[in-house]
């Protein structure tokens, strides 16, 4: 299936920092979903966003629903340790599938 | 909050073995999927459900069948597991009212 383009690839940054990620599409979406996956487990659902242009927080966590409906943003900040995983992005096709990111590789020093 | 359980978290199988995931939800959602996830290809869609009885093949289903006689439980049959089959395998339902999916925790399988 079509995978979203989802950038940086990797990121290695000092705790405390801020970290930004982005998904792109080539269509348009109604639905972008932003899910974390650490080694070993299964990802789990961290911001789900419905509507063009909407802002929704997590704790440290913000995603943007793009105003084209073709990208999404993950914000993290004042990063800690805890936040080392994989994270991705996805959306629903309008089918019954799911189109997901590449994902991005988060690494945290302490 | 949605539930998804998975039978094993780790299981060890030998080539030839026949092999049952079984995935399990709570709330009574009619979607649920079967993906695998392997290293640099990202999640792959083997097969989803969208009610009992009812499949429809995703992106890689050779050497894979499914099973969905109740409503709650979606099962994965891998009919004569070979290597090539060792992967990380995840079950997801999708939650239509806000078309979200939840995925289960789980299961690497490695066949020897």
């Known amino acids: 299936g079509q995978q979203l383009n989802q950038s940086p690839q990797s990121m290695f940054i000092q705790e405390g920092e801020d970290v930004s990620m982005n998904c792109t599409s080539s269509?348009?979406?109604?639905?972008w979903l932003w899910y974390k996956q650490e080694p070993g487990e299964g990802p789990v659902l961290l911001i789900a966003?419905?509507?063009?242009?909407e802002l929704t927080s997590n704790g440290r966590l913000t995603a943007q629903f793009g105003i084209t409906r073709k990208d999404s943003f993950l914000n993290i900040s004042a990063s800690i340790p805890s936040d080392v995983g994989i994270y991705f992005c996805?959306?629903?096709?309008?089918?019954?599938?799911?189109?997901f990111g590449t994902g991005t590789s988060l690494t945290v020093i302490p | 909050d949605v539930k998804v359980t998975q039978s094993s978290r780790y299981l060890v199988k030998r080539t030839g073995e026949k092999v049952f995931l079984e995935c399990v939800q709570d709330?009574?959602?009619?979607?649920m999927f079967w993906y695998r996830q392997d290293p640099g290809l990202g999640l792959r869609l083997i097969y989803f459900?969208?009610?009992?009885?009812?499949?429809e093949k995703g992106d890689i289903p050779e050497g894979y069948s499914v099973s969905r006689e109740k409503k709650e439980r979606f099962s994965l049959i891998l009919e004569s597991a070979s290597t090539n089959q060792t992967s990380m395998y995840l079950c997801?339902?999708?939650?239509?009212?806000?078309?979200?999916?939840?995925f289960g925790p789980g299961t690497r399988l490695t066949v020897l």
């Open positions: 997801a339902i999708r939650q239509g009212a806000t078309d979200t999916q939840y």
């Open positions: 996805a959306g629903p096709n309008t089918g019954n599938q799911f189109y």
């Open positions: 709330m009574d959602h009619e979607n």
């Open positions: 459900s969208y009610d009992v009885k009812m499949k």
């Open positions: 966003l419905y509507k063009a242009g």
């Open positions: 269509s348009i979406f109604n639905t």
